[in-house]
């Protein structure tokens, strides 16, 4: 039946398909090709990786990386902070993102023009680093847990995809309906607008999951406690202490400390990008639908 289907098709079109396709498995081979070496070099030999060798399969094969990081304490301590800082914070961001989105989704919202002007003020202009530093500081907020659960968790970019998703797929009837039966607005929201939102929702948790996971910068500044560190701030100084170690010291040392620090260059961003890249096949179906907001009018 498929060969029947491809008979049909007239030249030009099926012209048109083979190079789309080419195209395509091109551009995936281009974008997986480093997460592939990447893996590939944190099981091989440093002298391999920088002799340029590496191509297809690991050359020497060896967990050296893997045992001198997960040696590290300072690996489980980022671990068990990312980890906390990342499901906190996702739930907080998503919970805000999606209900100011459904709250700007509505059109009898008191104010909602000049609201939304003043959000998408901010997307383009801000306070700065020191005023946010002082702001926190007042606060109360620097050098503690929830500070890095609030930063970066919602933004209003994710805020206007929510509320465009929501005003495309929550008719005004449903709302209308409910409401004769007697079904407030918090009640509407929960047993109707969430069940229904749950492509955009997927979609604001693999953002806002990936956002704190990659985090470092925020921890940097507002962090003073050691024990309180990401994964990514220990994986930094972790690099920078081998290579700093390996420039004080005679050739034959300083090489092999190279080496390490190779291998658990590699090693260390396969640790990282784990977690996330095994979270991502799991909303991947609600991933597709919620991309294609707004892609269909009328």
Same mark, same amino acid.
Request: glycine share 8%; net charge positive.
């Given at each position: 039946m498929?060969?029947?289907?491809i008979r049909q098709m007239s030249w030009d079109n099926l012209l048109f398909g083979i190079i789309v396709n080419a195209l395509l498995g091109f551009l995936v081979l281009v974008a997986l090709y480093p997460v592939f070496f990447v893996v590939v070099a944190s099981f091989s030999d440093p002298d391999a990786v920088n002799s340029g060798k590496l191509l297809l399969h690991p050359e020497g094969f060896n967990t050296k990386g893997y045992q001198r990081v997960f040696s590290d304490s300072r690996v489980w301590i980022g671990?068990?902070?990312t980890v906390f800082y990342t499901v906190f914070g996702t739930l907080y961001g998503v919970m805000l993102t999606i209900m100011a989105g459904y709250a700007f989704s509505r059109r009898d919202l008191p104010g909602r023009g000049p609201l939304m002007k003043i959000f998408i003020f901010t997307m383009y202009f801000g306070?700065? =680093?020191i005023p946010t530093y002082v702001v926190m500081n007042n606060l109360g907020l620097v050098n503690t847990r929830l500070l890095m659960v609030m930063m970066g968790s919602c933004s209003v970019y994710n805020m206007i995809v929510a509320r465009s998703f929501m005003a495309s797929n929550i008719p005004g009837e449903l709302l209308d309906a409910a409401t004769v039966d007697g079904c407030g607005n918090g009640?509407?929201?929960v047993?109707?607008?969430?069940?229904?939102?749950?492509?955009?929702i997927a979609v604001m948790v693999l953002y806002v999951a990936v956002g704190h996971w990659n985090s470092y910068f925020d921890a940097m500044i507002y962090l003073n406690d050691r024990n309180k560190y990401p994964l990514q701030v220990f994986?930094?100084?972790?690099l920078n202490i081998a290579t700093s170690i390996a420039e004080g010291q005679d050739d034959s040392?300083?090489?092999?400390? =190279?080496?390490?620090?190779t291998i658990m260059r590699y090693s260390l961003i396969v640790i990282a990008m784990l977690p996330i890249t095994c979270v991502y096949p799991f909303i991947q179906k609600y991933?597709?639908?919620g991309v294609m907001i707004g892609s269909v009018k009328g």
């Amino acid at each position: 039946m498929r060969i029947r289907k491809i008979r049909q098709m007239s030249w030009d079109n099926l012209l048109f398909g083979i190079i789309v396709n080419a195209l395509l498995g091109f551009l995936v081979l281009v974008a997986l090709y480093p997460v592939f070496f990447v893996v590939v070099a944190s099981f091989s030999d440093p002298d391999a990786v920088n002799s340029g060798k590496l191509l297809l399969h690991p050359e020497g094969f060896n967990t050296k990386g893997y045992q001198r990081v997960f040696s590290d304490s300072r690996v489980w301590i980022g671990y068990a902070n990312t980890v906390f800082y990342t499901v906190f914070g996702t739930l907080y961001g998503v919970m805000l993102t999606i209900m100011a989105g459904y709250a700007f989704s509505r059109r009898d919202l008191p104010g909602r023009g000049p609201l939304m002007k003043i959000f998408i003020f901010t997307m383009y202009f801000g306070g700065g =680093l020191i005023p946010t530093y002082v702001v926190m500081n007042n606060l109360g907020l620097v050098n503690t847990r929830l500070l890095m659960v609030m930063m970066g968790s919602c933004s209003v970019y994710n805020m206007i995809v929510a509320r465009s998703f929501m005003a495309s797929n929550i008719p005004g009837e449903l709302l209308d309906a409910a409401t004769v039966d007697g079904c407030g607005n918090g009640r509407f929201f929960v047993m109707i607008v969430l069940p229904l939102s749950k492509a955009i929702i997927a979609v604001m948790v693999l953002y806002v999951a990936v956002g704190h996971w990659n985090s470092y910068f925020d921890a940097m500044i507002y962090l003073n406690d050691r024990n309180k560190y990401p994964l990514q701030v220990f994986l930094r100084e972790i690099l920078n202490i081998a290579t700093s170690i390996a420039e004080g010291q005679d050739d034959s040392t300083a090489r092999e400390m =190279l080496q390490i620090s190779t291998i658990m260059r590699y090693s260390l961003i396969v640790i990282a990008m784990l977690p996330i890249t095994c979270v991502y096949p799991f909303i991947q179906k609600y991933f597709m639908k919620g991309v294609m907001i707004g892609s269909v009018k009328g």
